[in-house]
Nanobody, 121 residues
Framework: VQLQASGGGLVLAGGSLRLSCAAS?????LAWFRQAPGEERSFVGG????????YYDNSVRGRFTVSKDSARNTIYLQMDNLRPEDTAVYYC??????????????????WGRGTLVTVSS
């Protein structure tokens, strides 16, 4: 599975950005992770295979929304009310194996190149 992410950039605190990730296969669970300098990669949000159920880390719940366009095999991460602590490289990931709402990086076999999100105060 190949993943192509886009949409990062620089935004002021309180602003919004939308990330996109196009997958070469639709039969996977897709998710977003992020990694800030000096920190481990952490789960942000994901969506199940049919695009019907999204799930989130508590740190972004209510501010970020994951959605999926199944016809395009593309997921989106709408990020609102961004905070400086959201600054990180964001990665799209795909899991071919079937897990229930996986949140651990090792559940995902495929990774896209990261896209940098910088939130300035």
């Amino acid at each position: 599975v190949q993943l192509q992410a886009s949409g990062g950039g620089l935004v002021l605190a309180g602003g919004s950005l939308r990330l996109s990730c196009a997958a070469s296969s639709g039969s996977v669970t897709l998710a977003w992770f992020r990694q800030a300098p000096g920190e481990e990669r952490s789960f942000v949000g994901g969506i199940n295979r049919n695009g019907g159920t999204a799930y989130y880390d508590n740190s972004v719940r209510g501010r970020f929304t994951v959605s999926k366009d199944s016809a395009r095999n593309t997921i989106y991460l709408q990020m609102d009310n961004l905070r400086p602590e959201d600054t990180a490289v964001y990665y799209c990931a795909a899991a071919d194996r079937r897990y229930n709402y996986p949140r651990l990086p090792d559940r995902y076999e495929y990774w896209g190149r990261g896209t940098l999100v910088t939130v300035s105060s």
